[in-house]
């Protein structure tokens, strides 16, 4: 059985690209749209990894990964910010809701795969 990363973020063109990437690379992907349609993805299934844009609607990236964190099945799911913010103060911001990576969009594919790699759960 493959190892299933959840993939949020609110263009799906983004998804898109991230999926095709991940199932490339022999992942099992799960979609979804912003944080609270991520958090219904989260139903007790294994995840090994969680790839989240910050800014999103109704709930943006760093409630999510703070949400994820109280839930005792998640709450070691290593997270992935990808996302066009670079400042500093939102990388803290991240960091300290429990996110382990940051990858600044634009991104390379194999970029980002360099952090999955490194990151995801045996």
């Known amino acids: 059985m493959g190892k299933t990363i959840v ?3 609110d263009s799906a063109s983004l998804r898109q690209v991230v999926s095709i990437a991940l199932k490339g690379a022999g992942y099992d992907v799960v979609e979804a749209v912003d944080g609270k ?3 219904t993805k989260l139903d007790g299934r294994k995840v090994h990894l969680i790839i989240s844009d ?7 990236g760093i409630t999510m990964v703070k949400e994820v964190k109280k839930n005792p099945n998640y709450k070691f799911t290593p997270i ?4 066009t913010e ?3 103060s939102k990388k803290r911001e991240g960091q300290e809701a429990g ?3 940051w990858v600044v969009k634009p991104f390379k594919p194999d970029q980002m795969l ?3 790699g490194k990151l995801v759960l045996p």
């Open 54 to 60: 910050v800014n999103m609607p109704n709930m943006d």
């Open 37 to 39: 349609d991520a958090l």
């Open 114 to 116: 360099a952090a999955v």
């Open 7 to 9: 993939i949020v973020d």
């Open 99 to 101: 996110a382990k990576a």
């Open 80 to 83: 992935i910010m990808l996302t």
């Open 86 to 88: 670079a400042e500093e």
